[in-house]
């Protein structure tokens, strides 16, 4: 079965710092993967998605992540860590064939900015 | 932003008593979920829909239950609630067209407490 493991539940980095948040996945076919974030007291919305156009995906506030197959990675990384950046971040990838679709998400990462 | 529409946004209830959540959209999607939100659980599919009449079971359906009579509107049901239900409840919904690399759309979550 398809899964998405993401590493380090908390993850604290001080602002203007780099922000690497990891995610790995298993698949046995071509993954489509997902980031998510969600700011306390709200729905899930999506950061950026790797549909193998690219392994370079860039998405919203300036993160980005880069799709390594040969280490069945999806990280998501920011260069400099803003302090609106707090939130708990998920990775997902869909699962399921043509006329049914599901999604499995990582159990998340909360991301704290030090001032 | 998409339009989902969660109801209620909290309830306090006691074992034992059935409850119904609802989500409503208004973008004619064809796909929607029913989360749960625990911590160090991520968001675990409760039940899903991939049509009007159509639901298929998720990873955590054990004493849930979900109808969808059209489109806009998917319920999900608690028979007869139970203290481990206490969560935070999430709909999303998804294009209308099938593919993988579609994101989902969250609404802003149900705070459910089972006394």
């Known amino acids: 079965a398809q899964s998405v493991t993401q590493l380090g539940s908390h993850v604290s980095v001080s602002e203007g710092a780099l922000v690497l948040l990891r995610c790995n996945y298993s698949?046995?076919?071509?993954?489509?993967l997902f980031w998510y974030v969600q700011y306390p007291n709200q729905g899930l919305q999506l950061l950026l998605k790797y549909t193998s156009a690219a392994t370079l995906v860039k998405g919203i506030n300036g993160f980005e992540a880069e799709f390594k197959k040969s280490e069945t990675s999806y990280h998501l990384t920011k260069p400099s860590a803003h302090m609106s950046d707090a939130a708990e971040y998920f990775c997902a990838v869909s699962v399921g064939n043509s006329g049914t679709y599901k999604y499995i998400f990582g159990t998340g990462t909360r991301l704290k900015v030090l001032a | 932003d998409a339009g989902i529409t969660q109801s209620p946004r909290h309830k306090v209830t006691e074992t034992g008593t059935p409850v119904t959540l609802r989500c409503h959209q208004t973008e004619n999607h064809r796909y929607m979920y029913w989360y749960r939100q625990d911590p160090g659980h991520g968001l675990r599919l409760i039940h899903y829909?991939?049509?009007?009449?159509?639901?298929d079971k998720g990873e955590v359906s054990d004493g849930y239950s979900v109808s969808r009579s059209k489109t806009e509107d998917f319920l999900l049901t608690l028979e007869s609630a139970t203290s481990s239900q206490t969560s935070v409840y999430f709909c999303a919904i998804s294009e209308s067209t099938p593919g993988r690399y579609n994101e989902q759309f969250f609404g802003p979550g149900t705070r459910l407490t089972v006394l």
């Open positions: 698949s046995s076919v071509p993954p489509y």
């Open positions: 829909s991939y049509g009007v009449k159509d639901t």
